[in-house]
């Protein structure tokens, strides 16, 4: 699969040219839903990876956040995110990305996280590593818990749904060194990749906010499972990544919560 990303990696480098047309400029934006926006770069930046993705890989199926599924009869399809960060694009905050991954079945096989603002191209394929702007990445080493610098997000639908995160979100920052909010997922796990973050965790998630991501940091040692500890999660709608040292430390408070230990003082 390594022979796809050159080709996904041009079609996200073209789609991020048309995002920075738009970034920091007063635009268009619809709601989506209560907190949920869609702006006119996202459908811009759709219809380019769109459209090219059918030209390259005419038998691949598509699954876009915005247009939804393009159906073909072949095994791969790929799962694409035009702006992974809408709100913050639109708020002119300077964390977003672009995102394709390849699946063949449930199973990530190649992604691209692309962030055009400060030019970081993420890229990954089953077997053969995860890189950086060309160059390898592997996660952090850190192992204690207590010292771990998070992230995580929320769902769109917060505010209804009782699964909704904040309580989690107050256990982890008792027992971590912090917890933060950067509002991209595809950036929460290429930072994790990275090393910059130790881990992330998101109930309310769609394949294309993590097909990518979770390859990539699989890719660069660590582990990327579902908030129950599923290694097949992109079904599940949720997610955790780390860098696998971490990993049962992370999923034992999401399972026992507030009576999970708290690091000694």
């Not at 380019?48 to 072949?74: N, Y």
Request: one cysteine or more.
């Amino acid at each position: 699969m390594s022979d796809v990303l050159p080709i996904a990696e041009a079609v996200a480098r073209r789609a991020g040219a048309i995002v920075m047309e738009g970034f920091g400029r007063v635009h268009r934006v619809r709601q989506k839903g209560a907190i949920d926006f869609v702006t006119e770069f996202d459908h811009r930046s759709e219809e380019v990876i769109v459209s090219a993705l059918q030209k390259e890989f005419p038998d691949h199926a598509i699954l876009a956040e915005e247009t939804g599924l393009h159906p073909r009869t072949g095994e791969y399809q790929w799962v694409v995110d035009p702006i992974d960060g809408t709100t913050n694009f639109a708020h002119g905050l300077p964390l977003f990305a672009i995102c394709l991954g390849l699946l063949r079945g449930n199973v990530p096989v190649a992604g691209v996280i692309y962030d055009p603002l400060h030019e970081e191209m993420y890229c990954a394929a089953l077997g053969r590593g995860a890189t950086l702007n060309g160059r390898p990445i592997r996660v952090s080493s850190q192992a204690d818990l207590g010292q771990a610098f998070l992230a995580t997000g929320f769902a769109y639908d917060i505010r209804t749904n009782p699964r909704n995160n904040l309580a989690q979100f107050a256990q982890f920052q008792l027992r971590t060194q912090g917890v933060r909010r950067l509002g991209s997922a595809a950036i929460d796990c290429a930072w994790t990749a990275l090393g910059r973050l130790d881990g992330y965790w998101e109930f309310g998630i769609e394949p294309w906010d993590v097909a990518a991501g979770g390859l990539l940091v699989r890719e660069a040692g660590g582990r990327a499972t579902s908030t129950d500890g599923d290694e097949d999660f992109l079904p599940t709608g949720t997610i955790v990544v780390s860098n696998g040292l971490l990993h049962e430390q992370i999923l034992r408070v999401l399972r026992e919560g507030d009576t999970a230990p708290l690091p000694e003082q």
